[in-house]
């Protein structure tokens, strides 16, 4: 068995539940953080448009709020987890790309991701995401 593997069907222990509450609060702490820093850059012309923004935060929403269900439920955590996990990087991507590309000050978001992929899943799965 691959060790990508065995860091997701490590979720399934209960002993990273708590983790897994942790790290729903903390992606509700990172939409509205980087929601409220492009807005500030809007209000401070520095984008033109904050759709993109508000577009990745909308959908960053709805995934967190099936990730908080599974994890406060205990049910389909590793699927769940994995698809909030590929999504992540998808709307990092769209974001990062429709704020200036490689100029954008959203790039960091990419560090961000894996640094808490690596402390809450393990760093094959952090290893991938990167």
Not at 79 to 88: E, H, N, Q, V
């Amino acid at each position: 068995m691959s060790s990508l593997a065995i860091s997701l069907r490590s979720l399934i222990d209960p002993g990273f539940r708590e983790r897994l509450r942790w790290a729903v609060r903390v992606r509700w702490l990172v939409i509205f953080g980087f929601l409220a820093l492009a807005t500030a850059a809007h209000l401070g012309g520095l984008f033109v448009s904050i759709r993109p923004c508000l577009v990745a935060a909308g959908v960053g929403t709805l995934m967190n709020l099936l990730n908080q269900w599974a994890v406060t439920r205990w049910r389909a955590v590793v699927a769940i987890t994995a698809g909030a996990l590929g999504g992540d990087l998808l709307l990092i991507t769209y974001v990062t790309i429709n704020t200036g590309g490689t100029q954008s000050p959203f790039i960091t978001m990419y560090v961000v991701q894996v640094l808490a992929t690596a402390m809450l899943v393990g760093t094959a799965v952090a290893a991938v995401t990167a």
